[in-house]
């Protein structure tokens, strides 16, 4: 008795995909070292930069702002813009849902020498219309999470 070729292919398939989203769920969970600026207070906020890739490069790279109030409450209600260099305009960083997190990439010319800068304004709470920039050198050492 001869199979058909899609009675073949499916089982395969499946276990093709199973093989491919294990080897990405391993190489998601590796060790690597990420780059860690900061912290740096700003009234009841904290703020944590993570820099990816690891190390910096020359060119663009993604930075993830991550801003908290206390050990567990995201710092939502916040309008992030990152640049790196004075004469760039500043770039509006995506908020990740409710979680406190920022993400942005920059373009970034010399890690050894720059720093990133960060600006906040509250748009919501309290504070509402307050704001600040923050500076975050980029030549920080790597740090294991």
């Not at 391993?26 to 207070?41: D, K, R």
């Amino acid at each position: 008795m001869k199979r058909s070729p899609s009675v073949f292919f499916i089982p395969c398939f499946k276990k093709l995909f199973f093989i491919v989203v294990f080897v990405g769920l391993l190489s998601a969970c590796s060790t690597e070292q990420s780059v860690i600026l900061g912290p740096q207070q700003w009234q009841d906020l904290g703020f944590q930069v993570e820099a990816r890739p690891s190390p910096l490069r020359v060119g663009m790279n993604e930075f993830i702002v991550v801003a908290s109030r206390g050990k567990y409450k995201p710092g939502v209600g916040l309008v992030v813009m990152l640049r790196v260099s004075e004469n760039e305009e500043w770039r509006q960083a995506i908020q990740d849902g409710y979680t406190g997190v920022y993400r942005r990439a920059v373009k970034v010319d010399d890690p050894a020498t720059q720093s990133l800068s960060v600006h906040v304004r509250r748009v919501k709470g309290d504070n509402e219309g307050d704001e600040t920039v923050l500076l975050f050198p980029l030549n920080q050492k790597r740090a294991v999470q």
